[in-house]
């Protein structure tokens, strides 16, 4: 028994990561009950409204919001359910990024575990990710299923005949990286053809003769994509815009670019460590070998190697791209920089690999010298990865406190004695209060230009709601890198502070100086067993296009708009403060006065 289980150590170690990486994330995630960041209760909305029509209440991409569901129905709370989904999601991570190391391996041996159980751990304990997984868990989750994509595409590459159990299994994951995030997705879409490109392009060369098999498959996964997209952008039309954004890199960037302190530098030195310049070279080094290599002219395959290699580079290549940019949207700098984390924890265990076989060559008999090295080169970016990551975990929280959750909950017990028309529609400065107020109250939500409003819904009433921040401080994440070109990530003792724009998208986290204790929402009563808000839905939610939000940085008006007409010094995702209280000011009439809420009647 003891000598299977060391023969077999690696399995335990790996899943034994994968359980850390659950119990961490729950932890992180379970502090306070509210849904954490800026987005707060866009995905309980989404998911509750599943469950109530079929179908969720965004025009984002809706798999995430399907995948959720389950684990509210189970948990029985929409706020838990979602937590326990993420954080099973995310962890899950560690198993393809333990696969994906171990491909570069020639032979199984004990040493060659190492550095892909340090690709499995830096991938699920690391930063960026948990910026993530409190802000934007759709690209999180399209991160799990690009790494399953490129590691099925190898698979199917480098055995053809297989297509029908990876070839089938790929393009599945590809679609299902679509329908996850537009980011994500279009990010996955280049990775593939790129793969399915160049296995055409080396194979084809290696052999004198255009390669029609590989040809043939570029086309069908060419109508697939495109099919896809048009169905994507067919029934989520505002996908499109984020696609143009993606592809021009020309969003609004003349009017953001003050938003990257310190310039183009500063995003970028993230990349900028020996252990990623390392597995950079590593990488390059065992691409140029593979286009070396001669292939079988029978079999017609590259090695998975060259072809992982191909991937890894071409990853690389597109973030460092998208993060100095100087065209590319500080906002969205923000989302791709966060992805950073996915080509560090991929090719820093490759250097790892190669310091390995240097020594091998070197001291053929010095195996526990060997082991004992790369294992403690391992538990140190262990410990950096770790330490860093903890300093994250005091500015992740919801973006109101639980007495702000409270005063909502009031309010909608209240709503009859206080002569509110719950058919009414509710204008709020920006969408992160707009989520709160929506999910709690269930009215439908604006946050764009009041005449407009007006004039669509000329039988509503419009009422105005404004959030009083009392005893708040304002949070953004962790706003600093602490740079040490000797570790992937930060270390406690030695580097250097570097902004890195982390939510750059205007949306601070309001963590509450006496937030109810981790666990305890105090008096808060919202939500019940069913993890329903109070009375559901509003009922306009569904198809009413105008007040769908989006977990962009966003809403779904990009000008801040006055009464009239536009008006300077508007926020992103809604109007700004001064343009609220001119409204309110100009039209509206106090009709509920809470510690932490206001609502007016405007018209």
């Not at 965004?58 to 995430?64: F, G, Y």
């Not at 399907?66 to 326990?84: A, E, H, R």
């Not at 043939?216 to 989520?236: E, N, P, Q, R, T």
């Amino acid at each position: 028994m003891f000598t299977k289980i060391k023969e077999k150590w690696w399995i335990i170690t790996l899943f034994s990561i994968f359980v850390f990486s659950f119990i961490l994330d729950m932890y992180v995630l379970t502090r306070y009950n509210l849904s954490y960041g800026m987005d707060g209760p866009f995905y309980d909305l989404q998911v509750l409204n599943i469950l109530k029509t079929g179908l969720p209440a965004s025009n984002d991409p809706p798999l995430v919001y399907y995948m959720l569901t389950p684990f509210v129905l189970i948990s029985g709370n929409s706020f838990l359910g979602i937590k326990i989904g993420m954080a099973l999601l995310g962890s899950l991570m560690a198993f393809p990024a333990f696969l994906l190391t171990e491909m570069f391996g020639e032979k199984i041996d004990i040493e060659s575990k190492i550095p892909a159980l340090l690709s499995a751990f830096l991938i699920t304990v690391n930063i960026f990710y948990f910026q993530l997984i409190g802000d934007f868990m759709q690209n999180l989750v399209g991160v799990f299923f690009l790494l399953l994509l490129i590691y099925f595409a190898v698979k199917w590459l480098e055995n053809p005949k297989e297509w029908k159990k990876y070839g089938i299994l790929a393009i599945t994951i590809l679609l299902c990286n679509i329908f996850i995030h537009i980011y994500t997705g279009i990010l996955a879409v280049i990775l593939f053809i790129s793969l399915l490109l160049f296995n055409w392009i080396l194979i084809s060369y290696k052999t004198g003769k255009v390669e029609m098999k590989g040809l043939k498959i570029l086309g069908i996964v060419s109508i697939l994509v495109i099919g896809g997209l048009a169905i994507l952008f067919a029934v989520y039309p505002y996908m499109f815009s984020k696609f143009t954004t993606v592809l021009s890199f020309l969003n609004n960037s003349s009017t953001n670019s003050s938003n990257l302190t310190g310039g183009n530098f500063v995003n970028p030195v993230i990349f900028l460590t020996v252990p990623f310049i390392l597995g950079v070279l590593v990488t390059i080094y065992i691409f140029y070998n593979g286009l070396k290599e001669k292939i079988n002219v029978e079999r017609k395959v590259i090695s998975r190697k060259t072809l992982l290699a191909w991937a890894y580079l071409v990853l690389t290549v597109i973030l460092i791209s998208l993060t100095v940019a100087p065209s590319v949207d500080s906002q969205y700098k923000s989302r791709f920089i966060e992805l950073a984390f996915v080509p560090i924890a991929l090719m820093v265990p490759l250097g790892l690999k190669f310091i390995e076989n240097w020594l091998s060559k070197i001291y053929p008999s010095k195996r526990r010298l060997k082991l004992g090295l790369i294992s403690l080169i391992a538990v140190i970016f262990v410990i950096s990865s770790f330490y860093t990551v903890t300093g994250e975990f005091s500015s992740m929280g919801p973006s109101i406190t639980s007495e702000q959750y409270n005063n909502l909950v009031s309010l909608k017990e209240n709503l009859t004695s206080n002569n509110i028309d719950t058919n009414g529609i509710i204008l709020v400065n920006d969408y992160h209060t707009g989520y709160w107020v929506e999910y709690v109250l269930g009215m439908q939500v604006e946050t764009g230009n009041l005449s407009e409003i007006q004039k669509e819904y000329p039988n509503r009433t419009i009422y105005a709601v404004t959030l009083t921040q009392n005893g708040q401080s304002q949070l953004k994440g962790n706003s600093e890198y602490l740079w040490n070109p000797l570790l992937p990530y930060s270390f406690p003792f030695v580097g250097w502070n570097f902004d890195n724009s982390f939510n750059s998208t205007g949306g601070q986290k309001q963590l509450s100086q006496n937030m109810s204790p981790p666990g305890d929402l105090g008096n808060a009563t919202g939500q019940n067993r069913s993890g329903t808000p109070p009375n559901g839905l509003g009922s306009n939610r569904q198809n009413d296009k105008s007040s769908t939000f989006n977990d962009t940085g966003t809403g779904p008006n990009s000008a801040a708009s006055g009464v009239n007409g536009p008006v300077n010094g508007g926020s992103s995702g809604g109007m700004s403060d001064q343009n609220l209280n001119r409204i309110i000011s100009d039209y509206g009439t106090l009709i509920f006065s809470g510690s932490n809420f206001k609502i007016y009647k405007i018209s």
